[in-house]
């Protein structure tokens, strides 16, 4: 992918993601690259190297990826009592929620670029991160971690936290926040059509 005029228009060029199997056994494993990054430093970081057989997908910016549901069934698959599948979540005000492949090292940060960065309405400030831990073998706990957005957003390592199999990032709504909503009226008022409501609204305030 040489240029920007290489992809289809609304590409996701933040998320672009790299099935690939290891020799000599052929294990899978799922690496994520930043093509806008790599792009603008062609040959650097970003710009994975790539290996025989890998299958690099550029995805819709909106929208199903079932491709992503794919490859994590076959982590799934490849888990075992000794090694936990290296599957990540991702809920609430993101565009593209859902179940991730979970990279050697990736962060928070690194799964918000995955499910398509914060939609409208997210409460920026703090999300949560749900933790699950096998104690002993024996029973299974739940923790919940608080992430500092703000600091994610800015590049802070410490609030970007490294993330363990089976994690789940919750990224809340703004309080109150909701798409406009209207009601119409028709019928014996002097100016009928669509109006715009607020919390509260009755009847009779919308009528006047």
Not at 14 to 32: D, G, K
Not at 78 to 97: E, F, T
Not at 116 to 131: D, F, N, P, S
Not at 142 to 149: A, N
């Amino acid at each position: 992918i040489r240029s920007m005029q290489d992809l289809q228009p609304m590409a996701d060029i933040n998320y672009v993601l790299i099935r690939r199997e290891m020799p000599p056994e052929r294990r899978l494993v799922a690496l994520s690259a930043d093509l806008e990054a790599a792009l603008r430093n062609p040959g650097g970081p970003a710009d994975v190297r790539l290996m025989p057989r890998d299958d690099v997908r550029v995805f819709h910016m909106i929208g199903e990826r079932p491709e992503v549901e794919e490859l994590v069934t076959e982590l799934r698959a490849q888990a075992s009592l000794d090694r936990a599948a290296p599957v990540v979540r991702v809920g609430g005000r993101v565009r593209a929620a859902g179940s991730y492949p979970l990279e050697p090292g990736m962060r928070v940060s690194d799964l918000l670029r995955a499910g398509g960065a914060l939609a409208e309405g997210a409460y920026a400030v703090e999300a949560e991160v749900t933790r699950y831990d096998v104690i002993g073998g024996e029973y299974r706990e739940i923790g919940l971690i608080p992430v500092d957005l703000n600091g994610v957003r800015r590049g802070d390592p410490t609030a970007d936290i490294v993330l363990q199999p089976y994690d789940f990032l919750n990224v809340r709504e703004v309080t109150h926040w909701r798409e406009q909503e209207t009601v119409t009226l028709t019928g014996e008022v002097r100016f009928p059509g669509s109006y715009p409501i607020r919390k509260g609204e009755t009847l009779l305030s919308v009528l006047e």
